[in-house]
């Protein structure tokens, strides 16, 4: 089956994952005009009592300043932007936010954690896909079953809410049954990698963690740097920050006075994705990421972090044309 028309033309096969607090609309801009689908969730456009909806003016700026690029590179547009909505019971303010979107029609909705009926009826009312991420194959056949377009295979090693199973077991599972949009996540962080995924049976890779390492992701300079300097064997598998089972940095965790070998485990019960919640004052500065850091070696811009993975990408290809040909 082909892509939905939304997702094709992309400059590489590449989804900008959706980063807790670090995606923005910097971020979000710089990818698509580099050509890869940007993405942030709805609850990082944060605001308190009084004050104007964020999500409403991140939307505006995002779809204006693509439009504007647009019209000045009729030859060159920028990919499509994609938005995260938190299906928690927790999330007080998903039923808005949805109304929101609806309204800027946004292209691409991707949804977390709870796959429901109305969130794939109002992306769809809009004239958008969603994409709902998943991390075994039971739920991905629930995320279908409730009408979702395309699925997230958040395999082991991924940044965030990472699933434990092997990329390879995954995908093949789902494409046994699913022959429709499938991206593929974890430790995806070369074009090598991008080229990887479609061999395995994906459509598009979903990278993350990368980008927390460009300039305009909004983390702190020593959240940056620790994702340039380190690699996959600096990565903890935990439950115990937000009751789900998630990649960290352990040096993050060994600078909050926790071991992070000995860590207990906590329980999805624990979940909260209110507007008032609060990491616990050791948690603050315990930092997410996946396996495939050590392929991020500085700091920079994203549009050069993009023109690196496209030149990987079509590297790998020429040489996996001289593989196959043999």
Same mark, same amino acid.
């Given at each position: 089956?082909?892509?939905?028309?939304?997702?094709?033309?992309?400059?590489?096969?590449?989804?900008?994952?959706?980063?807790?607090?670090?995606?923005?609309?910097?971020?979000?801009?710089?990818?698509?005009?580099?050509?890869?689908?940007?993405?942030?969730?709805?609850?990082?456009?944060?605001?308190?009592?009084?004050?104007?909806?964020?999500?409403?003016?991140?939307?505006?700026?995002?779809?204006?300043?693509?439009?504007?690029?647009?019209?000045?590179?009729?030859?060159?547009?920028?990919?499509?932007?994609?938005?995260?909505?938190?299906?928690?019971?927790?999330?007080?303010?998903?039923?808005?936010?949805?109304?929101?979107?609806?309204?800027?029609?946004?292209?691409?909705?991707?949804?977390?954690?709870?796959?429901?009926?109305?969130?794939?009826?109002?992306?769809?009312?809009?004239?958008?896909?969603?994409?709902?991420?998943?991390?075994?194959?039971?739920?991905?056949?629930? @995320? !279908?079953?409730? =009408?979702?377009?395309? %699925?997230? &295979?958040? *395999?082991? /090693? #991924?940044?965030?809410?990472?699933?434990?199973?092997?990329?390879?077991?995954?995908?093949?599972?789902?494409?046994?049954?699913?022959?429709?949009?499938?991206?593929?996540?974890? @430790? !995806?962080?070369? =074009?090598?990698?991008? %080229?990887? &995924?479609? *061999?395995? /049976? #994906?459509?598009?890779?979903?990278?993350?963690?990368?980008?927390?390492?460009?300039?305009?992701?909004?983390?702190?300079?020593?959240?940056?740097?620790?994702?340039?300097?380190?690699?996959?064997?600096?990565?903890?598998?935990?439950?115990?920050?937000?009751?789900?089972?998630?990649?960290?940095?352990?040096?993050?965790?060994?600078?909050?006075?926790?071991?992070?070998?000995?860590?207990?485990?906590?329980?999805?019960?624990?979940?909260?994705?209110?507007?008032?919640?609060?990491?616990?004052?050791?948690?603050?500065?315990?930092?997410?990421?996946?396996?495939?850091?050590?392929?991020?070696?500085?700091?920079?811009?994203?549009?050069?972090?993009?023109?690196?993975?496209?030149?990987?990408?079509?590297?790998?290809?020429?040489?996996?044309?001289?593989?196959?040909?043999?």
């Amino acid at each position: 089956m082909a892509l939905p028309p939304i997702l094709q033309n992309l400059r590489i096969p590449v989804v900008g994952s959706p980063l807790f607090i670090i995606s923005n609309p910097d971020l979000v801009i710089a990818q698509c005009k580099a050509g890869i689908v940007g993405s942030f969730p709805a609850l990082n456009a944060r605001e308190k009592d009084g004050e104007p909806i964020m999500l409403e003016a991140w939307l505006k700026r995002i779809t204006e300043e693509l439009d504007r690029h647009n019209q000045a590179n009729p030859d060159n547009p920028a990919a499509p932007f994609a938005v995260n909505q938190i299906v928690h019971r927790s999330n007080t303010r998903l039923e808005r936010d949805l109304e929101i979107c609806h309204k800027w029609k946004v292209p691409i909705w991707i949804t977390s954690l709870g796959a429901r009926v109305e969130v794939n009826e109002a992306a769809h009312d809009c004239g958008g896909i969603t994409l709902h991420d998943i991390i075994n194959n039971t739920f991905a056949k629930k @995320a !279908i079953e409730k =009408g979702a377009d395309g %699925l997230i &295979a958040v *395999a082991a /090693g #991924a940044g965030g809410h990472a699933g434990a199973q092997s990329p390879f077991a995954l995908v093949s599972e789902i494409r046994e049954w699913f022959d429709g949009p499938l991206l593929l996540s974890g @430790a !995806i962080a070369n =074009g090598r990698s991008i %080229l990887a &995924a479609q *061999a395995m /049976g #994906a459509d598009l890779a979903y990278i993350g963690s990368p980008f927390i390492a460009t300039n305009e992701a909004n983390a702190v300079p020593d959240y940056k740097d620790m994702i340039a300097r380190h690699g996959a064997e600096d990565i903890v598998y935990s439950s115990l920050f937000t009751g789900v089972w998630g990649n960290y940095l352990k040096p993050s965790i060994a600078r909050a006075g926790m071991d992070p070998d000995n860590l207990p485990q906590s329980d999805p019960s624990t979940m909260n994705f209110g507007q008032d919640r609060e990491k616990p004052k050791s948690w603050k500065e315990i930092w997410g990421s996946g396996q495939g850091i050590g392929a991020i070696k500085k700091v920079q811009p994203a549009a050069d972090l993009i023109d690196a993975l496209a030149a990987q990408y079509a590297d790998a290809k020429n040489e996996m044309r001289g593989i196959v040909n043999g």
